[in-house]
Protein backbone atom coordinates (compact mmCIF):
# COMPACT_ATOMS: atom_id res chain seq x y z
CA UNK A 1 0.00 0.00 0.00
CA UNK A 2 2.29 2.41 0.92
CA UNK A 3 5.08 1.58 -2.20
CA UNK A 4 1.75 2.46 -4.21
CA UNK A 5 1.25 5.39 -2.49
CA UNK A 6 5.07 6.09 -3.00
CA UNK A 7 5.11 5.45 -6.45
CA UNK A 8 1.82 8.02 -6.93
CA UNK A 9 3.39 10.72 -5.09
CA UNK A 10 6.87 10.33 -7.31
CA UNK A 11 4.32 10.21 -10.41
CA UNK A 12 2.73 13.34 -9.16
CA UNK A 13 5.80 15.25 -8.25
CA UNK A 14 7.15 14.56 -11.69
CA UNK A 15 3.96 16.54 -13.05
CA UNK A 16 4.22 19.17 -11.16
CA UNK A 17 8.01 19.38 -11.92
CA UNK A 18 7.06 19.33 -16.10
CA UNK A 19 4.16 21.97 -15.41
CA UNK A 20 6.54 23.93 -13.30
CA UNK A 21 9.19 23.78 -16.67
CA UNK A 22 6.09 24.10 -18.85
CA UNK A 23 5.29 27.29 -17.27
CA UNK A 24 8.84 28.96 -16.58
CA UNK A 25 8.91 28.19 -20.59
CA UNK A 26 5.73 29.91 -21.11
CA UNK A 27 6.76 32.90 -18.81
CA UNK A 28 10.22 33.36 -20.81
CA UNK A 29 8.69 33.41 -24.14
CA UNK A 30 6.06 35.84 -23.21
CA UNK A 31 8.87 37.78 -21.97
CA UNK A 32 10.63 37.68 -24.59
CA UNK A 33 7.50 38.15 -26.94
CA UNK A 34 7.11 41.43 -24.46
CA UNK A 35 10.70 42.61 -24.94
CA UNK A 36 10.95 42.10 -28.63
CA UNK A 37 7.12 43.89 -28.84
CA UNK A 38 8.68 47.32 -26.71
CA UNK A 39 12.27 47.45 -29.40
CA UNK A 40 10.17 46.93 -32.22
CA UNK A 41 7.58 50.21 -31.06
CA UNK A 42 10.91 51.81 -29.87
CA UNK A 43 11.82 51.35 -33.12
CA UNK A 44 8.72 53.03 -34.57
CA UNK A 45 8.79 56.11 -32.36
CA UNK A 46 12.37 56.29 -33.29
CA UNK A 47 11.88 56.38 -37.41
CA UNK A 48 8.84 58.45 -36.91
CA UNK A 49 11.07 61.20 -34.85
CA UNK A 50 13.50 61.04 -37.24
CA UNK A 51 10.63 61.65 -39.99
CA UNK A 52 9.00 64.16 -38.47
CA UNK A 53 12.68 65.78 -37.92
CA UNK A 54 13.64 66.31 -41.10
CA UNK A 55 10.09 67.45 -42.08
CA UNK A 56 10.69 70.15 -39.67
CA UNK A 57 14.22 71.27 -41.55
CA UNK A 58 12.64 70.86 -45.02
CA UNK A 59 9.45 73.65 -43.71
CA UNK A 60 11.95 75.71 -42.13
CA UNK A 61 14.63 75.98 -44.17
CA UNK A 62 11.26 76.10 -46.94
CA UNK A 63 10.40 78.97 -44.57
CA UNK A 64 13.43 81.18 -44.84
CA UNK A 65 13.64 80.63 -48.55
CA UNK A 66 10.24 82.22 -49.32
CA UNK A 67 10.92 84.75 -46.76
CA UNK A 68 13.68 85.61 -48.19
CA UNK A 69 12.06 85.85 -51.35
CA UNK A 70 9.33 87.73 -49.65
CA UNK A 71 11.52 90.47 -48.31
CA UNK A 72 13.33 90.83 -52.14
CA UNK A 73 10.24 91.35 -54.07
CA UNK A 74 8.36 93.20 -51.14
CA UNK A 75 8.36 96.68 -52.68
CA UNK A 76 8.18 95.07 -56.25
CA UNK A 77 4.02 96.64 -56.72
CA UNK A 78 5.44 100.48 -55.41
CA UNK A 79 8.77 100.52 -57.43
CA UNK A 80 6.92 99.59 -60.44
CA UNK A 81 3.75 102.62 -59.99
CA UNK A 82 7.50 104.63 -59.27
CA UNK A 83 8.95 103.66 -62.48
CA UNK A 84 6.05 105.53 -64.39
CA UNK A 85 6.27 108.57 -62.68
CA UNK A 86 9.91 108.66 -62.93
CA UNK A 87 9.35 108.15 -66.78
CA UNK A 88 7.37 111.21 -66.86
CA UNK A 89 10.22 112.81 -65.17
CA UNK A 90 12.06 111.83 -67.89
CA UNK A 91 10.16 113.08 -70.56
CA UNK A 92 9.37 116.58 -68.75
CA UNK A 93 13.07 117.24 -68.52
CA UNK A 94 13.60 116.06 -72.30
CA UNK A 95 10.53 118.09 -73.85
CA UNK A 96 11.95 121.70 -71.61
CA UNK A 97 15.36 120.67 -73.11
CA UNK A 98 13.75 120.77 -76.57
CA UNK A 99 11.85 123.88 -76.03
CA UNK A 100 14.51 125.51 -73.45
CA UNK A 101 11.54 126.93 -71.94
CA UNK A 102 12.36 126.46 -67.51
CA UNK A 103 8.30 127.54 -67.04
CA UNK A 104 7.57 124.29 -69.01
CA UNK A 105 10.18 122.65 -67.14
CA UNK A 106 8.77 123.90 -63.56
CA UNK A 107 4.98 122.68 -64.34
CA UNK A 108 5.93 119.76 -65.21
CA UNK A 109 7.81 118.97 -61.76
CA UNK A 110 5.07 120.03 -59.99
CA UNK A 111 2.44 117.61 -62.14
CA UNK A 112 5.06 114.90 -61.18
CA UNK A 113 5.62 115.76 -57.58
CA UNK A 114 1.34 116.19 -57.22
CA UNK A 115 1.34 112.46 -58.90
CA UNK A 116 4.54 110.97 -56.43
CA UNK A 117 2.64 112.60 -53.11
CA UNK A 118 -1.16 110.84 -54.81
CA UNK A 119 0.93 107.18 -55.13
CA UNK A 120 2.29 107.19 -51.23
CA UNK A 121 -0.88 108.98 -49.96
CA UNK A 122 -2.35 105.61 -51.48
CA UNK A 123 -0.08 103.46 -49.36
CA UNK A 124 -0.74 105.05 -46.37
CA UNK A 125 1.73 108.09 -46.15
CA UNK A 126 0.63 111.51 -44.89
CA UNK A 127 1.86 114.61 -44.10
CA UNK A 128 2.23 115.75 -39.88
CA UNK A 129 0.15 119.17 -38.95
CA UNK A 130 2.47 121.64 -38.16
CA UNK A 131 1.64 125.75 -38.66
CA UNK A 132 -0.85 126.70 -36.12
CA UNK A 133 -0.89 123.54 -34.39
CA UNK A 134 0.23 122.69 -31.03
CA UNK A 135 4.02 122.02 -30.57
CA UNK A 136 3.71 117.66 -29.55
CA UNK A 137 7.36 116.39 -29.10
CA UNK A 138 6.12 112.98 -30.32
CA UNK A 139 5.18 114.74 -34.06
CA UNK A 140 7.12 117.65 -33.86
CA UNK A 141 10.96 117.90 -33.40
CA UNK A 142 12.22 121.85 -32.18
CA UNK A 143 15.03 123.38 -34.15
CA UNK A 144 14.29 126.45 -32.64
CA UNK A 145 12.22 128.96 -31.05
CA UNK A 146 10.89 132.51 -31.91
CA UNK A 147 8.71 135.10 -29.49
CA UNK A 148 5.73 135.67 -30.31
CA UNK A 149 2.90 137.80 -28.51
CA UNK A 150 0.19 137.57 -30.24
CA UNK A 151 0.59 133.46 -29.95
CA UNK A 152 -0.17 131.07 -27.67
CA UNK A 153 2.87 129.27 -26.42
CA UNK A 154 4.40 126.43 -28.42
CA UNK A 155 2.54 127.04 -31.20
CA UNK A 156 4.21 125.92 -34.51
CA UNK A 157 4.65 128.95 -36.63
CA UNK A 158 6.78 127.62 -39.03
CA UNK A 159 7.50 124.53 -40.80
CA UNK A 160 11.35 124.05 -41.84
CA UNK A 161 10.96 120.05 -42.82
CA UNK A 162 7.81 118.26 -43.59
CA UNK A 163 7.08 115.17 -41.46
CA UNK A 164 5.41 111.90 -42.75
CA UNK A 165 2.74 109.00 -40.66
CA UNK A 166 2.62 106.12 -42.08
CA UNK A 167 -0.70 104.48 -41.61
CA UNK A 168 -1.15 106.32 -38.42
CA UNK A 169 2.69 105.66 -36.86
CA UNK A 170 5.20 108.31 -37.13
CA UNK A 171 8.01 108.05 -40.23
CA UNK A 172 9.79 111.12 -39.50
CA UNK A 173 9.00 114.17 -37.19
CA UNK A 174 8.56 117.37 -38.83
CA UNK A 175 11.21 120.02 -38.14
CA UNK A 176 9.44 123.34 -37.04
CA UNK A 177 10.08 126.26 -35.59
CA UNK A 178 7.68 126.89 -31.83
CA UNK A 179 6.22 130.45 -30.51
CA UNK A 180 7.28 131.38 -27.42
CA UNK A 181 5.84 134.52 -25.45
CA UNK A 182 7.28 137.81 -25.56
CA UNK A 183 9.23 138.90 -22.21
CA UNK A 184 7.76 142.22 -20.98
CA UNK A 185 10.31 145.16 -20.45
CA UNK A 186 9.66 144.10 -16.15
CA UNK A 187 10.94 140.23 -16.66
CA UNK A 188 13.65 141.16 -18.71
CA UNK A 189 14.48 143.54 -15.82
CA UNK A 190 14.36 140.95 -13.81
CA UNK A 191 16.75 138.47 -15.78
CA UNK A 192 19.12 141.31 -15.68
CA UNK A 193 19.19 142.32 -12.03
CA UNK A 194 19.65 138.05 -11.43
CA UNK A 195 23.18 137.71 -12.27
CA UNK A 196 24.05 140.81 -10.14
CA UNK A 197 22.11 139.22 -6.92
CA UNK A 198 23.47 136.18 -7.71
CA UNK A 199 27.36 137.65 -7.54
CA UNK A 200 26.48 139.32 -4.07
CA UNK A 201 25.30 136.24 -2.44
CA UNK A 202 28.41 134.33 -3.74
CA UNK A 203 30.10 137.12 -1.64
Not at 8 to 21: A, I, L, R, Y
Not at 49 to 60: C, K, P
Not at 160 to 189: C, F, H, M, N
Amino acid sequence: MSKKKNKQDKKTEQTDNQKDKEQNLKSKETEAEMIAKQKQEYQDLWNRYLRLQAEFDNYRKRSLQEKAEFIKFANQGLISELIGILDNFELSVKYADKKDDFKLMHQGVDMIIKQLHTLLKSKGLEKIKTVGEKFDPHKHDALTTVEDQGLDSDTVVEELQTGYLLSGRILRPAKVKVAKPKKSSQEEGRSKEQPEDNKEEKK
